[in-house]
Structure formats: structure tokens, C-alpha cells
């Protein structure tokens, strides 16, 4: 079956910097476009940045925008975000998502995810 795994989540404090990674199997898959989003409590589902199959096409959300990067290795099956520059309000549980497309993962809707990794920024 699918599964996606993800690792690297921690505490830090602001201004420092963490790497997620993102272990997929059980699909082809260089055949989806992968993303991580993110859910604060209280708050809204947050897509946070999305990679197209290739890698050659990424998205970010404003709020993350030059501070976040995502990249795939479609070898070994690995979509990582380095995450520098964090703020407090990026405290959040920290999703790894497959998609078929980049409309359909902005429009909320995956084919699979993981079980999340929380990532916490201290002031």
C-alpha cells in the first residue's frame, strides 16, 4: 500500500533552520507531484510549497516564500523542504502529500499523506 513517512521535525528556536524529508513508497512515484502542507492548531490546512513530477516547476505560499525549498529525488523516491529563516507562526504538524496534478493538490485534494511531523519555532 502507500505510504509516505516523514522525519525531520523538531523544536527550534526563530531564525533557525530544519530540513523534512519525505520517504515515499508503495506508488511510482515520479508519476505524482508531491507537496507538504501544514495544520496549526485552531487553524486551516496550509498548502505550504508543491513540486511537479520532474522537479522542474515549484510552488510556494506567500507566507513561506524565500525562506522554504522543496525538492524530490525521484531515484530514491524523497521530497524534502529545507525550511530556513523560521518563524513562530510556523509552528505547525507538517504533511507530506501525493497528487496528480498541481491544481488538484491546490485545490486540496491528494491521493495520499502522511502522518505529519511537528515542527516547533520558539520565540
Known amino acids: 500500500q502507500v505510504q509516505l513517512v516523514e522525519s525531520g521535525g523538531g523544536l527550534v528556536q526563530a531564525g533557525g533552520s530544519l530540513r523534512l524529508s519525505c520517504a515515499a513508497s508503495?506508488?511510482?512515484?515520479?508519476?505524482?507531484?508531491m507537496a507538504w502542507f501544514r495544520q496549526a492548531p485552531g487553524k486551516e490546512r496550509e498548502l505550504v510549497a508543491d513540486i511537479n513530477w520532474s522537479g522542474g516547476t515549484t510552488y510556494y505560499a506567500d507566507s513561506v516564500k524565500g525562506r522554504f525549498a522543496i525538492s524530490r529525488d525521484n531515484g530514491k523516491n524523497t521530497v524534502s523542504l529545507q525550511m530556513n529563516s523560521l518563524k513562530t507562526e510556523d509552528t505547525a504538524v507538517y504533511y507530506c502529500?501525493?497528487?496528480?496534478?498541481?491544481?488538484?493538490?491546490?485545490?486540496?485534494?491528494?491521493?495520499?499523506w502522511g502522518q505529519g511531523t511537528q515542527v516547533t519555532v520558539s520565540s
Open positions: 502529500a501525493a497528487g496528480l496534478s498541481p491544481a488538484i493538490i491546490r485545490m486540496g485534494k491528494y491521493n495520499a
Open positions: 508503495g506508488l511510482t512515484f515520479s508519476h505524482y507531484v
